[in-house]
């Protein structure tokens, strides 16, 4: 666990999925396409068909124009024509792994739960997943395995019992007001020290609290109900449990009120704050500090972080503003809230039933799937192991490690030329890069996880999850442990962390459709390649770029160079400002400009990086009448193919710092040049504007 405060830079945090069809299609019309004669196929190099270079021929729409919609020309097809499934959000590549990650998972669980044998790891998942699928004992213990939790926050009967049962409950990892964990010093990235960051919100962000536009209100009402729902599956009447939402409301969005904005928190200047004990006691000075560290068995901690001074401090008259009522309902909702999921049928539905309010998804995921994913979040470790076995071999990962080396190499490349660099900053610049690690696939040592796995489902995710908060805390004031992974090897995602200054590429990611050892080295290139360049990219982009080679947050850029660098960035701003995420809502410029900076210097490092591997090849490698160049641009904008619900898409463009997937399509390929050339579009159409904007 890590604060939020210092949250890896994630390549995804939208889940898609599509489909693959050995289905050719025609070569494209004349208006659209250009003949690809630029790579003609060599004797003893025949063209292969699509599917086998690793690009889906089914979700194209060759009719359309590449120059005017490449997003429509790669992905058209599937987008148009295919149905997102009831118990999703989105459609299109990525789900499609993660559907074939979670089946291969659920086979190995069912085995797990059904034949352990003396293996203590499969023991362990199988029992994890067993109590989890076990719905007739969850049935019979409705709330039950909460009412200790539930008992405690019923004696609050002042201010003090409120402190110590908010204490109580972030031993539970259960946040209200604000959450703990630890993180690198941002200005010492060598030692681990505490992290309290703001929390306690039941909806996405403060915006939900805090617009007035008319869906927003919509939601607000809706969230009131569900909590209200909540309250009456816990046996209280009709105008209590009214009452109490309203109590919940009200103290929401009075912490939405004194919360850091989404943009303000893309800034590490803006959520560091080393002020160590002595500071967050002066900050706070009515909250019992030296009782809340002995309470979660670290009374020592002296070095802490916190997001922001001043919301501690508003935090600190806001917890004396009310009447221990209405805390206690407060208390009640954020700890049933978080626990939902893992209570009898009835709490799940109202659950769902808020998720499908805010996203559109139609039906509540099948049992056996929620319980994978459960397993993957308290042990991936364990079940990742089998996964790794099975699914990522020696061969594979030395090829994905060649990607990652020649996408280095570009950038270090890259870095010699940019004409608007000085010589001390190039310098700096280099050496970060030269400094930058790399993980590929799964850890070298597995993660063990020492805590008991019994028969209650409830019980073993709260024991898990104080497991992993102590185990996080301990962490403080050590050296940092750079082993360390953030996500399972299954998990369908990557991500670059500035402390660290380290990328990592589970093996879940590589995979087909995105990167096979048997793709052509086009599509492994524009696909898993710009992936590898999107998060090296993420390093020098507007808040990797403020972390040095070391991870420390300094200063490291020429003042000549600082103000280039963000003129640079404004133009990003500016473009992606001008999108729109559904008719009358924005993507957020601001919000989004890290990932839309490491977009656009992936995919141009990522060619670079391609140019380089294939260079003075004599058998240029064609398919289905398309140019290499083609192929890598087809398997980049298919990497993105989405057919997303519009209520996720509103969503994304109020609280996601990524573009939706088609303006990380569109909007970067008309950001690089080479795009252009190779499918010879006209100069002032859209992929090809008469101003383009990019950083690196």
């Known amino acids: 666990m890590r604060s939020l405060a210092l949250a890896p830079i994630l390549l995804l945090v939208l889940t898609a999925c599509g489909g693959e069809d050995a289905v050719t299609p025609p070569l494209a019309p004349s208006g659209a396409l250009p003949p690809p004669t630029a790579a003609p196929v060599a004797a003893g190099a025949p063209g292969i068909s699509l599917e086998a270079a690793g690009i889906s021929a089914a979700e194209m729409d060759v009719k359309a124009d590449p120059c005017q919609d490449f997003y429509q020309f790669a992905c ?60 007739d004992a969850l049935e019979k213990s409705g709330a039950k395995p909460l009412q200790p939790l539930l008992d405690g926050i019923d004696k609050i009967k002042d201010v003090k019992g409120l402190y110590a049962e908010v204490a109580a409950l972030h031993k539970h990892a259960i946040f209200p007001f604000f959450e703990v964990s630890s993180q690198q010093d941002f200005k010492d990235a060598t030692l681990v020290i505490a992290a309290l960051d703001q929390s306690g919100l039941g909806l996405p962000n403060r915006d939900y609290y805090l617009d007035d536009d008319a869906h927003t209100k919509e939601i607000r009402t809706f969230y009131q109900g569900y909590v209200e729902r909540l309250f009456g599956l816990l046996g209280a009447r009709g105008d209590v449990a009214k009452k109490a939402a309203e109590d919940v409301l009200r103290i929401e969005t009075a912490l939405a009120k004194i919360s850091q904005d989404k943009v303000a928190r893309r800034d590490p200047y803006k959520i560091y704050n080393k002020i160590d004990r002595k500071g967050l006691a002066a900050a706070s000075k009515g909250f019992p500090w030296d009782d809340y560290w002995k309470t979660l068995g670290f009374p020592e901690v002296k070095d802490i972080s916190v997001n922001s001074v001043p919301y501690f401090t508003a935090l600190d008259a806001l917890l004396k503003a009310e ?27 109202e659950r769902f039933a808020m998720k499908q309010k805010l996203t559109g998804q139609k039906e509540l995921e099948p049992r056996w799937r929620r319980c ?56 700096a610049a280099v050496d970060k890069l030269t400094r930058m690690n790399d993980k590929i696939g799964y850890p070298d040592h597995w993660r063990s996880y020492d805590f008991e796995v019994g028969a209650d489902y409830a019980a073993n995710a709260l024991a898990a999850d104080a497991f992993d908060l102590a185990r996080t805390l301990k962490k ?66 507007d808040e990797g770029s403020q972390f040095d080679g070391s991870g420390n947050l300094r200063n490291w850029w020429s003042d000549a160079t600082g103000k280039l660098f963000k003129e640079q960035t404004k133009c990003v701003i500016d473009q992606y400002s001008a999108y729109e995420a559904v008719p009358g809502v924005h993507v957020n410029g601001e919000l989004t400009a890290g990932e839309n ?57 109020k609280t996601n710092p990524h573009s939706p997937p088609r303006f990380r399509v569109d909007g970067v390929v008309a950001d690089v040049p080479a795009f252009a050339q190779a499918f010879s579009c006209k100069a002032s159409t859209p992929m090809r504007p008469a101003k383009a904007c990019g950083v690196w």
């Open 323 to 349: 009447k221990p009522e209405a805390f206690r309902n407060y208390l009640t909702s954020v700890t049933v809230r978080s626990q939902a999921s893992r209570l009898s049928s009835a709490f799940v539905k």
């Open 476 to 541: 403080v004031g050590k050296p940092v442990d750079r082993g360390e992974w953030q996500m399972s090897p299954p998990t369908v995602n990557a991500y670059y962390d500035p402390s660290l200054n380290e990328m990592v590429f589970p093996a879940g990611i590589l995979q087909a459709p995105f990167f096979d050892k048997r793709f052509t080295p086009a599509v492994n290139y524009g696909s898993t390649g710009a992936v590898m360049g999107h998060e090296l990219t993420h390093g020098f982009d």
């Open 76 to 135: 058209g097809t599937l987008v148009d024509k295919s149905e997102i499934p009831a118990d999703r959000t989105s459609w299109g590549p990525v789900a499609q792994l993660q559907v074939r990650n979670e089946e291969f998972l659920r086979a190995t669980l069912d085995r797990a739960r059904d034949k352990a044998g003396d293996d203590p790891a499969a023991k362990k998942i199988g029992a994890w997943y067993g109590a989890c699928m076990n719905e």
């Open 372 to 427: 994978v994913s459960s397993t993957d979040d308290a042990l991936g470790e364990l079940l990742g192991q089998e996964y790794v076995k099975q699914k990522f071999d020696a061969d594979s990962k030395r090829e994905a490690k060649a990607l990652v080396e020649g996408i280095r190499g570009a950038m270090k490349t890259e870095l010699g030329g940019l004409p608007w660099m000085d010589a001390s900053t190039r310098t």
């Open 597 to 653: 900076i490491a977009d656009i210097g992936g995919l141009a490092l990522a060619y670079s990086a391609y140019r380089n591997v294939r260079k003075g090849a004599k058998d240029p490698i064609t398919s289905g009448g398309y140019t290499e160049d083609q192929l890598f641009f087809l398997a980049y904008g298919q990497s993105w193919c989405s057919k997303i619900r519009p209520e996720v898409l509103e969503m994304m463009a």
